[in-house]
């Protein structure tokens, strides 16, 4: 379930209108309509190695038990990210995608957080991106506010995510009181590289859009995949596709 009471470090929320979208390669594809989940991949895993860092203004401030514990939530904070923009990204398409085999779900925020049936709480909202050495925030008070932070570097990614703690607050780690009652201690510690978490695929999805200059069959495989699934969702080319009038004329 989604968590919208205002957690702290997530106020930053789209507007639940806003379209957000995620582009995937085929195999990813396949297993979202296969399993009905979207995967939320560990932060340590992610490309970027800044996700969840702390800023040296911060390190400096406050060396304590709390700020500590930041430096291993990258191996319990889970991420799953999406696109925010009401059109298609050719740049996006470019960095998940290759030989135009890859499909994106196209979807709005209020979809995308209404979708989510999993029993574990999930938190999100917008992307703030910063100069680290230039800014401080108080990740002291809630350890998720460092991964709604990344660096200008990557504010082509236009991004919001969603967060799964697998920590104390009921995600899938396993916990269990000291015998005395006095402490929550871990039972399963095993922090696995990601979890599938249960979506209602018929409300999450808008359309789905196949990658521009895809082959006919391509679009014919994935609305039989889609099928084969069981789900009946609108399926559409990529409006990158779209010729302009006077493109098929022929040079004098």
């Not at 639940?16 to 396949?30: A, G, K, S």
């Not at 399993?35 to 932060?43: D, M, N, W």
């Not at 005395?180 to 399963?188: F, G, I």
């Not at 779209?242 to 493109?247: E, L």
Request: charge should be negative; proline fraction near 5%.
């Amino acid at each position: 379930m989604f968590m919208d009471e205002g957690h702290p470090g997530y106020e930053n929320q789209p507007d639940p209108n806003d379209t957000v979208w995620r582009y995937l390669d085929l195999p990813r594809f396949i297993s979202v309509i296969q399993t009905r989940q979207l995967y939320f991949s560990q932060s340590s895993m992610m490309k970027d190695k800044w996700e969840g860092a702390v800023a040296g203004h911060d390190v400096h401030a406050r060396v304590d038990a709390r700020l500590m514990s930041m430096f291993n939530a990258r191996q319990t904070h889970y991420l799953n990210c999406w696109y925010v923009s009401k059109f298609e990204s050719a740049g996006m398409w470019d960095l998940y995608q290759h030989g135009s085999q890859g499909v994106a779900i196209r979807s709005t925020w209020g979809r995308l957080t209404d979708s989510i049936t999993s029993q574990y709480p999930i938190h999100g909202g917008l992307v703030k991106y910063i100069e680290y050495d230039k800014r401080t925030f108080n990740m002291v008070q809630n350890v998720g506010t460092s991964f709604m932070y990344k660096r200008r570097q990557f504010d082509h990614e236009r991004e919001a995510r969603l967060v799964l703690w697998s920590d104390d607050s009921g995600g899938p780690s396993l916990w269990a009181r000291t015998q005395d009652q006095s402490a929550m201690v871990r039972v399963d510690k095993t922090d696995p590289p990601g979890y599938g978490i249960d979506v209602d695929l018929s409300i999450l999805v808008d359309a789905l859009v196949v990658a521009p200059d895809a082959p006919p069959w391509y679009l014919s495989l994935i609305k039989g995949l889609v099928g084969q699934f069981g789900h009946d969702l609108e399926i559409l080319p990529s409006e990158l596709d779209q010729t302009p009038i006077g493109a098929s004329v022929g040079r004098s």
